[in-house]
């Protein structure tokens, strides 16, 4: 197989002694075999998407092994957004290629075609949506427009170095990201309209790696920054968009290594909200007025912790996901009044990646479960339908005959309380997974869940 490179145009051409496998990259002979329908295909930076003439099909020793181990050709879905106060609306599925779910249960339409590669991060604007995606998995991510009229696809940026997360500014075209471009290590922070590519430039100049950008303002003036150095060790910062200084939000006090997860704004700008294990041995939800930068922990009755928090557009609605012995519990809270209750429990699975719809009413978020891969469901916050959008595909296994766990709790040598999961998939076969290491939690069971509009 040979890969042609120019101005970050990428081509790949079938070898002509015979075939690349598309699945292993290995050279074969098709023997006369008829070519796979699947096209090769061309992205240019700046430019659009052109597909190629050539074609590739999987070897014998994949096609087998395929065969055998179905449960590796699972796809799992997730969901992605565009932005509009239409109450209609449309699911926008990653599996990894992007796909679009018209209503709950519905087919699944494939939007993208590419080969060897990994899309992820779907984010959507008007006619337009944005994904990330690497090749042959070298995770070295790039950040692509998807034109939804015309299939198009643009490559934003160079082509060359690793894009992390990108954050949408309010109302506003432009989009921050994190960037290894300037020396291939170092993650500077980037901002670009990305229907100009070319106005892309670099916001701040940083040192080291693990800078996220977590959210903008809601009046666009300031990014809420995520530095991680470890698990259990990460600040916050905010950076001025005008100027490009930065300013320590969260500065270290004493010996306590403190870890903060992502979060939002509030709607008024005053303060955000994020997670925190600070003064806890749990990760908390807590809210943190800007002027004092004082925090006020808001889950401390749960002592579980808060894995994910997204806030409705108006801002009355704040929703977030616990683990609560290795399962999955999402709540609803009143910003107004702080308080909060239970919504849904997905049954021994993991829920994540949760999301409003511009409507203020549809709460998005994928589950994982013992039997079935990532799928995405929608939650009516008024009347409390749960409905499923997916049903991924597990390679042809039944998984009604999948093992659901047994959550079963029991006494250590000193007397604490360890939970775990109980397996019993057959007669004399038994499986216990203890729920946790001491830092991390094992958790029974991709793609990230946001909204599109469109009239069903």
């Given amino acids: 197989m040979r890969v042609y490179e120019t101005s970050a145009s990428y081509f790949a051409e079938p070898d002509p002694s015979g075939f690349a496998c598309r699945i292993c990259n290995d050279n074969f002979h098709s023997g006369g075999a008829e070519r796979s329908r699947e ?22 020793d994949c096609r087998k092994s395929q065969s055998v181990w179905r449960g590796a050709q699972r796809r799992p879905a997730g969901l992605g957004t565009r932005e509009s106060a239409n109450a209609d609306w449309h699911a926008l599925c990653r599996l990894p290629e992007i796909h679009l779910v018209k209503m709950p249960g519905g087919d699944r339409t494939q939007l993208t075609f590419f080969l060897i590669a990994r899309t992820a991060g779907t984010l959507a604007r008007r006619a337009t949506t944005y994904f990330t995606k690497d090749i042959g998995g070298g995770e070295w991510f790039q950040i692509y427009r998807y034109d939804i009229a015309n299939g198009n696809v643009t490559l934003l940026t160079d082509g060359k170095s690793t894009q992390y997360r990108r954050s949408f500014a309010h109302n506003d075209n432009r989009i921050a990201y994190s960037s290894t471009r300037r020396t291939g290590q170092d993650t500077d922070i980037w901002v670009m309209d990305p229907t100009n590519p070319k ?7 940083l040192e080291g790696g693990g800078w996220d950008v977590a959210d903008w303002s809601p009046d666009n003036k300031n990014c809420w ?9 990460s600040y916050l910062w905010l950076a001025d968009v005008a100027t490009g200084e930065k300013k320590l939000l969260t500065p270290k006090t004493g010996g306590e290594e403190v870890a903060y997860g992502g979060g939002t704004f509030s709607k008024d700008g005053k303060g955000f909200y994020t997670t925190t294990d600070r003064e806890s041995e749990f990760q908390r939800l807590a809210y943190f007025d800007l002027t004092t930068m004082k925090p006020t922990y808001l889950t ?5 912790d808060v894995d994910d928090v997204t ?14 012995d290795g399962i999955s519990k999402v709540y609803l809270m009143n910003t107004a009044s702080g308080k909060y209750h239970p919504v849904c429990r997905p049954a021994y699975g993991t829920g994540w990646g949760t999301e409003f719809h ?26 409390s339908k749960v409905e499923r959008w997916t049903s991924s595909e597990t390679g042809g296994l039944n998984t009604a005959a999948f093992a659901e766990p047994q959550l079963i709790k029991w006494q250590s040598f000193d007397g604490k309380t360890i939970s775990g999961f109980l397996y019993m998939p057959g007669r004399n076969q038994v499986s216990r997974q203890a729920a946790g290491d001491g830092q991390h939690s094992w958790r029974p069971g991709g793609a990230i869940p946001s909204w599109i509009s469109g009239k069903k």
């Fill in 225 to 233: 920054l995520l530095r991680e150095f470890l698990p259990n060790q």
């Fill in 311 to 324: 806030l409705s557009d108006d801002g009355k609605l704040l929703a977030f996901v616990t683990n609560e």
């Fill in 300 to 304: 401390t009755d749960i002592k579980w």
């Fill in 358 to 383: 511009k409507n203020n009413r549809d709460l998005g978020f994928v589950v994982t479960s013992a039997r079935s891969t990532s799928d995405v469901y929608s939650l009516d916050v008024v009347s």
């Fill in 39 to 60: 096209p090769a295909g061309v992205i240019q930076a700046g430019r659009q998407s052109v597909v190629g003439k050539y074609s590739r099909r999987a070897c014998g």
């Fill in 199 to 205: 106005s892309d430039k670099m916001l701040l100049q």
